[in-house]
C-alpha cells in the first residue's frame, strides 16, 4: 500500500510541476536584449537624432534649445570646477600619492568604464566611490558626494575621456546581474507623494516640460555627467542628480552611494553603452 | 448651603476640565505614535515620503503649543500619508514592470 501512496504523491508532483509555468521572457535578465530596446525607444521617438545627440539631454530636444547648447559650450559654466578638479587630481596626498595612484591608466581616459561590478566585493563601484576610497586608503577624509569638489574631481576625469563611448560590463555573475535588475527596477518604480518613477519624466515625457524645465531623455542621460545646472547656481554630481530627483517627487533620499543609487547608475550607465561621454555638461 | 453649591459646580467643571484635557493629549501621543510607526515601515521599505515627515514635525509642533486636536489632526493625516507609501512600495513590486521599455 505504501509503495503505492509513494508513486501517487510523485505522479502528482510531477504533475504539479508541468502544471507550473516556466519563467517568462521578461522575467529573464537580458541586459543586452534591454539596452537594444531603450536605445530603439528613444531613437523611434526622435527619429531625426543621431544616437550620439541624446548626450547632450534637453538640448538635443529641439533646434532652440540645441542652438543654446552651442552657444554655452564658447563659454561653458563648468569650466571654473573642470580647472579645480583637474588641479585636485595633480595636487599629492599628504602621503605623496595622489588620486593617479588609486586607477589604471592613471585615472586618465578611464570615466567610460565606470560604474563597475566589483566581484570581490559583489557590488558596483562607482566613481564617485572610487574617488572617495583613494582618499581613505591615502589618510584622507572622504568629500561631500554631491557638490563641488567630488563634482570638480569627476569632471576633470570625465573631460579626459571625452567622445570615448559608455562601455560598461556586465559579467557573468548572477550578483552583477542582479545589481543590474535592481537598479532597473528602481528606474521603472513610482515613488515619492507625487507618485513618479525616474521613467515617467525621462521615459514618457522626454521634451515636454515640466513647469519651465523640458526633460531629458533617459537614453545618454548620464554621459554629461556631472553637470553644471542653472538651477543649482552651480556643479552637481550624480548623486545630486539621484537625490534631488527624489525629493523633487516628494520622496525621501536616500543617502548618497546606497546600494539602491549604485545600482541605478549601473543599469542607466549600460543601456547607454556606446554613446559617448561629454561630461562635464550644463544644463538649464 | 446656598454658597455650597457654586462651589461645587466650580469643582466639577474643573475638574472635568482636565479631563478632557488629559485625554487630549493621550489621544494626541497614540496618534502620534500610529503614525511614527508607520513610517518606520515604510522606512524599512525604503520609500518615506517628506510630506510624512513634514506633518508629523507640524504634529509635534501644535502639541508643544498645546493644541491637541490640531497635534491629533495632523498625526492621523501623517499617518495616512505613512500608509499610502507603504500601499505604493508594496503595489510597486510589480507594477513597475507596466513601464518597462520591451
Known amino acids: 500500500m505504501r509503495p503505492a501512496i509513494h508513486i501517487v504523491s510523485a505522479a502528482f508532483a510531477l504533475a504539479m510541476l508541468a502544471l507550473t509555468p516556466p519563467a517568462t521572457a521578461a522575467e529573464k535578465i537580458d541586459p543586452v536584449a534591454d539596452a537594444k530596446a531603450f536605445q530603439k525607444f528613444f531613437t523611434d521617438k526622435f527619429p531625426k537624432l543621431k544616437p550620439e545627440?541624446?548626450?547632450?539631454?534637453?538640448?538635443?530636444?529641439?533646434?532652440?534649445?540645441?542652438?543654446?547648447?552651442?552657444?554655452?559650450?564658447?563659454?561653458?559654466?563648468?569650466?571654473?570646477?573642470?580647472?579645480?578638479?583637474?588641479?585636485?587630481?595633480?595636487?599629492?596626498?599628504?602621503?605623496?600619492?595622489?588620486?593617479?595612484?588609486?586607477?589604471?591608466?592613471?585615472?586618465?581616459?578611464?570615466?567610460?568604464?565606470?560604474?563597475?561590478?566589483?566581484?570581490?566585493?559583489?557590488?558596483?563601484?562607482?566613481?564617485?566611490?572610487?574617488?572617495?576610497?583613494?582618499?581613505?586608503?591615502?589618510?584622507?577624509?572622504?568629500?561631500?558626494?554631491?557638490?563641488?569638489?567630488?563634482?570638480?574631481?569627476?569632471a576633470y576625469m570625465a573631460y579626459t575621456s571625452r567622445g570615448k563611448p559608455f562601455d560598461i560590463k556586465i559579467p557573468n555573475d548572477p550578483r552583477a546581474l542582479e545589481a543590474y535588475q535592481q537598479g532597473k527596477e528602481y528606474f521603472y518604480t513610482r515613488r515619492g507623494q507625487f507618485n513618479f518613477s525616474c521613467a515617467t519624466c525621462h521615459v514618457q515625457s522626454p521634451g515636454e516640460r515640466i513647469r519651465a524645465e523640458v526633460l531629458a531623455p533617459g537614453l545618454g542621460i548620464l554621459n554629461a555627467m556631472p553637470i553644471y545646472r542653472s538651477e543649482w547656481s552651480g556643479m552637481g554630481t550624480t548623486s545630486r542628480r539621484f537625490t534631488t530627483c527624489n525629493s523633487q517627487i516628494r520622496g525621501v533620499p536616500l543617502n548618497p552611494q546606497d546600494d539602491e543609487y549604485r545600482n541605478l547608475e549601473y543599469y542607466l550607465s549600460y543601456v547607454s553603452n556606446g554613446l559617448p561621454i561629454s561630461g562635464p555638461g550644463a544644463r538649464p | 448651603m446656598s454658597l455650597l453649591k457654586p462651589l461645587l459646580a466650580s469643582f466639577l467643571l474643573i475638574a472635568g476640565?482636565?479631563?478632557?484635557?488629559?485625554?487630549?493629549?493621550?489621544?494626541?501621543?497614540?496618534?502620534?505614535?500610529?503614525?511614527?510607526?508607520?513610517?518606520?515601515?515604510?522606512?524599512?521599505?525604503?520609500?518615506?515620503?517628506?510630506?510624512?515627515?513634514?506633518?508629523?514635525?507640524?504634529?509635534?509642533?501644535?502639541?508643544?503649543?498645546?493644541?491637541?486636536?490640531?497635534?491629533?489632526?495632523?498625526?492621523?493625516?501623517?499617518?495616512?500619508?505613512?500608509?499610502?507609501?507603504?500601499?505604493?512600495?508594496?503595489?510597486?513590486?510589480?507594477?513597475?514592470?507596466?513601464?518597462?521599455?520591451?
Not at chain 1, 72 to 96: A, C, D, I, V
Not at chain 1, 100 to 128: H, M, S, W
Not at chain 2, 80 to 91: C, N
Open chain 1, 53 to 154: 545627440d541624446f548626450v547632450t539631454g534637453p538640448y538635443s530636444m529641439n533646434e532652440d534649445l540645441h542652438r543654446q547648447w552651442v552657444e554655452k559650450e564658447q563659454f561653458p559654466p563648468y569650466e571654473f570646477s573642470l580647472e579645480m578638479g583637474k588641479e585636485m587630481f595633480s595636487t599629492p596626498f599628504k602621503n605623496g600619492k595622489s588620486y593617479a595612484d588609486c586607477f589604471p591608466n592613471k585615472g586618465i581616459g578611464i570615466r567610460q568604464n565606470y560604474p563597475y561590478f566589483d566581484d570581490k566585493e559583489g557590488k558596483v563601484i562607482t566613481l564617485e566611490l572610487a574617488l572617495n576610497r583613494c582618499r581613505e586608503t591615502n589618510g584622507e577624509p572622504p568629500l561631500s558626494y554631491v557638490k563641488d569638489e567630488m563634482a570638480a574631481l569627476t
Open chain 2, 17 to 102: 476640565s482636565a479631563c478632557a484635557f488629559a485625554a487630549s493629549e493621550a489621544d494626541y501621543k497614540a496618534a502620534y505614535a500610529a503614525a511614527e510607526a508607520a513610517n518606520k515601515e515604510a522606512g524599512k521599505l525604503r520609500n518615506q515620503w517628506t510630506t510624512t515627515a513634514s506633518t508629523l514635525a507640524a504634529a509635534k509642533k501644535a502639541a508643544d503649543a498645546g493644541d491637541f486636536d490640531k497635534a491629533i489632526e495632523a498625526s492621523k493625516e501623517a499617518e495616512a500619508l505613512a500608509k499610502a507609501s507603504i500601499y505604493q512600495a508594496t503595489s510597486e513590486k510589480q507594477l513597475w514592470k507596466d513601464l518597462e521599455i520591451r
